[in-house]
């Protein structure tokens, strides 16, 4: 196999590992996007591409369209744990204000 469809084949498997990302399964992979990166990274550095990783993808046309996938669902998973963690900090802050209503109320 080629470079590029090594390549090819490693974003369409960060690709499914992204898309299947759960609660219960993030750890896991996560993990496994991370070895993917590392492996693409290493095809990369084998090119001799002087360039991070993402500038290798997002230059080459071959890779630009899942590449841009890619890091719009990073974000888009960013975003939705930012927004997860704030809904959290409410609800603790909430709770925590109705504990000192019902200490002040005695």
Known sequence: MDDNNRIQKLLDTALYFLETIEEDNFDYKMAKLNQVAHEIADVRKKLSFEGST???????????DKAK???????????????????????LKHAENQKKLAIYNR
Do not use: G, H
């Open 54 to 64: 993402e500038e290798f993808l997002l230059n080459n046309n071959l890779f630009k």
């Open 69 to 91: 996938l890619l890091k719009e669902r990073f974000d888009d998973i960013i975003e939705n744990k930012k927004n997860e963690k704030a809904s959290v900090s409410m609800q």
